[in-house]
């Protein structure tokens, strides 16, 4: 009996022993049963993907004469430089700098048609947030001139001449376009023209002849000593109702009005004619404001702004021989790749594509602060 009592014990111990195991193996499914070995290898994690960068967002300003130019150099600079993705703007040159210094955008590289506007606007005036001068350095690196540009269907383009071309446009209903001199560098130059054109061609109301009483608040030309002459310009520049002059805001947007007949002739940069295959007449070197032989005679002339469009800097633009200017701002958010865009535009690629399109680069590059201008593009360029 105490044989058989021993038995049931042994039984109750096994069967006892058989749950907890099967307790543990429900709790835990991916162990194995007691006894047993594992039917598969353990699984590995399958790797994840690797998230692909986004190309960095360069801001390329640049006044509306580059437009065509650096539009192809954004497809150069892009093929070559693929994390990097251009974003550029074109308007007039003042403009382009407002965009930094009055509505505080964060721009990568500034591009302007008058070299002379950066240190004026950029280095006189200091971004709130840090303290500093919006920009240190100007690198020189084109030229240009100026011409006058017509249609098919402009008034007197059959007897055009390089000789009497001022008396054409003074005629009565002859439609002349102007780039507005409050924000395009081509506007004041051209204001810069046609009084040089008083003095060579002979024409002292010449300046009137074209614009007197085409707006309602007057530009006006006033003697300033033996040979000097400054040009103001209003705060307020609406051309009148059925006015010969039509006024737009950059100088490439008068080009479509030439073409379509609206406007019988235009003061446009001789590459941007070049660029649109439009029909011109070459201006004399004396008035071009191409030629650096007749720099002192540019110098004659100066358009100011009657107003403060920049809060601590005088508006005095003086005539001279065009040269564009080129900078990355001081608060710019992407240095870097800022530096290897200037880089590319002023290496053999970069000079390739200009001259491609009717604008090459000067030859020396002139650097007016060379000791603030970043390392890698001190070799690009000669101090002024």
């Given at each position: 009996?105490?044989?058989r009592y021993l038995h049931w014990l042994?039984?109750l111990f096994l069967l006892l022993?058989?749950?907890c195991?099967?307790?543990?193996?429900m709790?835990?499914p991916?162990?194995p049963?007691?006894?047993t070995?594992p039917?598969?290898p353990?699984?590995?994690?399958?790797p994840?993907?690797?998230?692909?960068r986004e190309?960095?967002p360069?801001?390329?300003?640049c006044a509306?004469s580059?437009?065509?130019?650096?539009a192809?150099?954004?497809?150069a600079?892009?093929?070559?430089?693929?994390?990097?993705d251009?974003?550029?703007?074109?308007?007039?040159s003042?403009?382009?700098?407002?965009?930094v210094t009055?509505i505080?955008?964060?721009?990568?590289v500034?591009a302007?048609a008058d070299?002379a506007?950066?240190p004026?606007?950029?280095?006189?005036?200091?971004?709130p947030?840090?303290g500093?001068?919006?920009?240190?350095w100007?690198i020189r690196?084109?030229t240009?001139?100026?011409?006058l540009?017509?249609?098919?269907?402009?008034?007197g383009a059959?007897?055009?001449?390089?000789?009497n071309w001022?008396?054409?446009?003074a005629r009565?209903?002859?439609r002349?376009?102007?780039?507005?001199?409050?924000?395009?560098?081509?506007g004041?130059?051209?204001?810069?023209?046609?009084q040089l054109a008083?003095?060579?061609?002979g024409r002292?109301t010449l300046f009137?002849?074209?614009?007197?009483?085409?707006?309602?608040?007057p530009?006006r030309?006033?003697?300033?000593g033996e040979n000097?002459?400054v040009i103001?310009?209003?705060?307020?520049?609406?051309p009148?109702?059925?006015?010969t002059?039509v006024?737009?805001?950059s100088?490439v947007?008068?080009?479509?009005?030439l073409?379509?007949g609206?406007?019988?002739y235009?003061?446009?940069?001789?590459?941007v004619v070049?660029?649109h295959?439009?029909q011109f007449?070459?201006?004399?070197?004396?008035l071009?404001l191409g030629?650096?032989?007749?720099?002192?005679?540019y110098q004659r002339v100066s358009?100011?702004?009657?107003?403060?469009?920049?809060a601590s800097?005088?508006?005095?633009?003086q005539?001279?021989v065009i040269a564009?200017g080129l900078?990355i701002?001081?608060?710019?958010?992407?240095?870097?790749?800022a530096?290897?865009?200037?880089?590319f535009v002023?290496?053999p690629?970069g000079r390739?594509?200009?001259a491609?399109?009717?604008h090459?680069?000067l030859?020396?590059?002139r650097v007016d602060?060379?000791?603030?201008?970043p390392?890698?593009?001190?070799?690009l360029c000669?101090?002024?």
């Amino acid at each position: 009996m105490r044989h058989r009592y021993l038995h049931w014990l042994f039984l109750l111990f096994l069967l006892l022993s058989m749950g907890c195991s099967s307790r543990r193996d429900m709790a835990n499914p991916s162990r194995p049963a007691v006894g047993t070995s594992p039917s598969q290898p353990a699984q590995t994690p399958s790797p994840q993907p690797t998230l692909r960068r986004e190309p960095v967002p360069l801001r390329v300003f640049c006044a509306g004469s580059l437009m065509i130019p650096f539009a192809a150099l954004e497809k150069a600079f892009e093929a070559a430089n693929p994390d990097i993705d251009m974003q550029m703007e074109a308007h007039g040159s003042i403009q382009v700098i407002r965009h930094v210094t009055d509505i505080h955008e964060q721009i990568d590289v500034v591009a302007t048609a008058d070299y002379a506007l950066l240190p004026m606007l950029m280095y006189r005036t200091n971004d709130p947030d840090t303290g500093q001068p919006y920009a240190t350095w100007n690198i020189r690196f084109a030229t240009n001139r100026l011409v006058l540009a017509y249609g098919e269907h402009s008034k007197g383009a059959s007897e055009l001449s390089t000789e009497n071309w001022a008396e054409i446009i003074a005629r009565p209903g002859t439609r002349v376009g102007l780039p507005d001199p409050r924000f395009d560098a081509c506007g004041y130059r051209e204001l810069m023209i046609l009084q040089l054109a008083e003095v060579f061609y002979g024409r002292k109301t010449l300046f009137e002849d074209v614009l007197m009483g085409r707006f309602s608040q007057p530009i006006r030309a006033v003697q300033e000593g033996e040979n000097t002459v400054v040009i103001h310009v209003p705060e307020v520049l609406e051309p009148r109702p059925n006015s010969t002059i039509v006024l737009r805001g950059s100088s490439v947007q008068l080009i479509p009005l030439l073409q379509s007949g609206d406007v019988d002739y235009l003061f446009e940069y001789e590459s941007v004619v070049r660029q649109h295959g439009l029909q011109f007449l070459p201006l004399p070197d004396a008035l071009s404001l191409g030629s650096p032989q007749y720099a002192a005679e540019y110098q004659r002339v100066s358009v100011k702004l009657d107003f403060r469009r920049f809060a601590s800097v005088e508006p005095l633009f003086q005539g001279d021989v065009i040269a564009y200017g080129l900078t990355i701002p001081g608060n710019a958010p992407h240095p870097p790749e800022a530096v290897r865009f200037v880089a590319f535009v002023l290496g053999p690629e970069g000079r390739r594509v200009m001259a491609e399109n009717h604008h090459p680069l000067l030859e020396p590059l002139r650097v007016d602060n060379p000791a603030r201008l970043p390392e890698s593009l001190k070799a690009l360029c000669v101090p002024e």
